[in-house]
């Protein structure tokens, strides 16, 4: 860690999820509940605001810092991991394009650990393809109009605020803008969450603008900057889900090398059958591989570089690890991994979309590969 503060930042961690996090998991991903409290819990303990300025409420640690208390919270509760990157991902408009008015005004209610937000960028017919979304925003006498569909959206029908980004002109990828709407705003709807096979404490549903008025304040930066405000803020959340990646990766090696330690047959732990050993070898390589990544990356942010292609890179590599380790572990456990008996079939049922959200893996090869031959 780069300094003693940053240290007791993921001892605290730790020991939050230890006490907090760690006895509930399994009953309220079962259940399929909201862990609301648990979000508050992390606010208030300012693990929810770490990379923004103390100014605001925030922590003003370095990314990598931060990026390790998410590894941290995903390692014992996935669904809490995203929506802590996920709510991270919604004050980063305000923060880095905000004027210093939206700033004062908008910043240190979301960074208070007491609200929560959702980030609306994807569409039914728009999803790796931003340039395309329909939601348009009219102009009205005193400020805006939202109109519209947003799909995917995390914390749907929870969050105290959305994120939303809508057309303003007919410019393609230049006619999108970026709007801090409040969670009761009228006209906001949200359909039924959508039946997923993981994540299960991780809501994510429709949310409908059906003439949602908008305050003219609460436009974030200049009109028709919202395509640049979006794809700076994914590099920022792709580092978010790879650290969470990693932290899941890491919970499911840990797992299988415990079982593989406890389980004997033919009168040897079967850790002791080199078969077996190679696969817990590789599965460590693949986290520690994961974990480099992001770290790399976090730190060129830090540095103030340029950090997309290594985002990129980060993100592809600990989701497909991710994919991977817990693969293998429930291989390692044989038939009781492939229980409710055991937590690795949550984890490989959450791993999963991690190869989806933030820009699908393929849609990452896309993003290394052009910036890579553009020379």
């Avoid at 990379?51 to 669904?79: H, N, R, T």
């Avoid at 959305?162 to 303003?168: G, I």
């Avoid at 790879?242 to 593989?260: E, K, M, R, V």
Wanted: hydrophobic share 40%; charged share 25%.
């Amino acid at each position: 860690m780069p300094t003693d503060e940053a240290a007791d930042l993921i001892e605290l961690t730790r020991e939050i999820c230890r006490k907090e996090l760690a006895p509930k998991v399994d009953d309220a991903e079962r259940a399929r509940t909201f862990p609301e409290q648990t979000f508050r819990t992390l606010g208030r303990a300012g693990l929810l605001s770490l990379p923004y300025a103390e100014e605001f409420g925030g922590a003003e640690q370095p990314y990598e810092v931060y990026l390790q208390v998410v590894e941290e919270i995903a390692s014992v509760w996935m669904s809490v991991a995203v929506g802590v990157s996920v709510h991270g991902l919604t004050a980063y408009p305000v923060a880095t394009f905000g004027t210093r008015e939206q700033q004062q005004a908008l910043l240190p209610g979301m960074l208070s650990g007491e609200q929560l937000g959702a980030y609306c960028l994807s569409e039914p017919l728009a999803g790796s393809d931003i340039a395309s979304m329909t939601t348009r925003a009219t102009r009205t006498g005193d400020g805006w109009s939202l109109k519209g569909t947003k799909a995917w959206i995390s914390h749907a029908g929870h969050a105290d605020y959305y994120t939303t980004f809508a057309r303003t002109s007919d410019d393609g990828g230049k006619g999108l803008s970026t709007f801090i709407v409040p969670g009761d705003a009228a006209g906001l709807s949200f359909a039924e969450p959508e039946r997923k096979m993981g994540l299960h404490c991780d809501p994510v549903s429709q949310v409908m603008f059906d003439g949602v008025p908008v305050d003219g304040a609460r436009l974030i930066g200049r009109e028709g900057d919202g395509m640049k405000m979006a794809l700076s803020a994914l590099d920022a959340g792709r580092l978010g889900i790879a650290a969470a990646a990693t932290g899941l990766a890491q919970a499911a090696l840990d797992a299988a090398a415990d079982y593989a330690n406890e389980r004997q047959q033919f009168g040897r732990r079967i850790a002791d059958f080199q078969g077996l050993a190679f696969l817990l070898a590789d599965m460590e390589a693949a986290v520690t591989s994961a974990r480099a990544t992001y770290l790399h990356a976090a730190r060129l942010k830090d540095a103030g570089r340029g950090f997309g292609k290594e985002a990129a890179v980060a993100k592809l590599v600990a989701t497909d690890a991710a994919m991977k380790v817990t693969t293998d572990a429930v291989q390692v456990l044989g038939g009781a991994g492939y229980t409710e008996d055991f937590p690795l079939e949550r984890y490989m049922r959450e791993a999963k979309v991690t190869q989806i959200f933030e820009g699908t893996n393929q849609i990452q090869r896309l993003v290394i590969s052009r910036q890579l031959l553009a020379r």
